[in-house]
């Protein structure tokens, strides 16, 4: 039975001392062969409060544990060293029927000029119990994230 899911997001080192906007989602795809649509439990937040830094060396090693909140967590994981790229790992509740996690990822303006018609970098992945990263470029379900407006998305702060 799914309860919810890690992830982890490998971001490139020019990122630091930027801000990321991130719109997180879950969606089903109802009988199976409906269009998806977005689930209504929340993921935004806990996608922040359960979320912490970690060293590019730990991509694809992920405890698919239900993770406390990071502010609860009194060991405060120390940045990986300037320079390098880093992973933001996060745990996200997720209702029973998700069938997809859906991402997009706005960099900050002074890395990619963006206009009203950006949408960022989609991202919509089928859960599985594996952990597959693999992605199928050409599948035909339309992303429900973007649906959401860039002025309400979360805002990570990345330090040097």
């Known amino acids: 039975m799914q309860d919810g899911a890690g992830v982890q997001i490998l971001l490139p080192s020019a990122v630091r001392g930027q801000s990321v906007h991130f719109n997180i989602i879950s969606s089903k ?12 439990s929340p993921v935004q ?18 405890d698919n544990q239900a993770a406390r909140n990071a502010y609860e967590d009194f060991t ?3 940045m990986p060293p300037e320079g390098e790229d880093l992973i933001w790992e996060t745990w996200i509740p997720l209702e029973e029927e998700a069938t997809y ?3 997009q990822i706005w960099y900050s303006d002074s ?10 970098y989609l991202y919509q992945l089928e859960l599985n119990s ?6 199928d470029g050409l599948a035909s379900a339309e992303p429900g994230v973007t649906l959401l407006d860039r002025s309400r998305a ?3 702060e990345i330090a040097e």
């Not at 009988?31 to 998806?36: A, E, I, K």
């Not at 937040?45 to 991509?59: D, T």
């Not at 890395?111 to 960022?120: N, P, R």
């Open 45 to 62: 937040q806990p996608f922040l409060e359960r979320g912490q830094f970690k060293q590019a060396g730990q991509f694809g090693k992920l």
């Open 111 to 120: 890395l990619i000029k963006f206009s009203q018609q950006d949408i960022g």
């Open 154 to 156: 979360l805002i990570l």
């Open 101 to 103: 996690l859906e991402l």
């Open 76 to 78: 405060f994981p120390l």
């Open 29 to 40: 795809r109802p009988w199976g062969v409906l269009p998806v649509e977005k689930i209504d």
């Open 130 to 135: 594996e952990g597959d990263t693999k992605v």
